[in-house]
Nanobody
Framework: QVQLVESGGGLVQAGGSLRLSCAAS????????MGWFRQAPGKEREFVAA????????DYADSVKGRFTIARDNAKNTVSLQMNTLKPEDTAVYYC?????????????????WGQGTQVTVSS
């Protein structure tokens, strides 16, 4: 089991940037695919980005492609999400998640460990 703690959320104006970080504890981090998901009020949790265990393959939701970048540092047990050109529709609670498999996925059900979430609010 991997324990996850997110940080870096906050309030930003449209067009601005934020960088989310996720610190992981547990010996399985380096063999786990990692993902970021988000959930806005009244909506289902949705996929944002995921990265495989080596960090050489990443997938993105169409809505964030070209604006967000996921990265990981297995030596530091961290995964990050750089968010640029933020839009009001990016407002949500963002969750870091870990998957026991080394291959990434866009399905929340494929991830067994979740952080507590960090709020991102983008004002227009």
């Amino acid at each position: 089991q991997v324990q996850l703690v997110e940080s870096g959320g906050g309030l930003v104006q449209a067009g601005g940037s934020l960088r989310l970080s996720c610190a992981a504890s547990g010996r399985t981090f380096s063999s786990s695919a990692m993902g970021w998901f988000r959930q806005a009020p009244g909506k289902e949790r949705e996929f944002v980005a995921a990265i495989n265990w080596r960090g050489v393959s990443a997938d993105y939701a169409d809505s964030v492609k070209g604006r967000f970048t996921i990265a990981r540092d297995n030596a530091k047990n961290t995964v990050s999400l750089q968010m640029n050109t933020l839009k009001p529709e990016d407002t949500a609670v963002y969750y870091c998640a870990a998957r026991k498999s080394p291959n990434s996925s866009s399905l929340p059900a494929d991830f067994g460990s979740w952080g507590q979430g960090t709020q991102v609010t983008v004002s227009s």
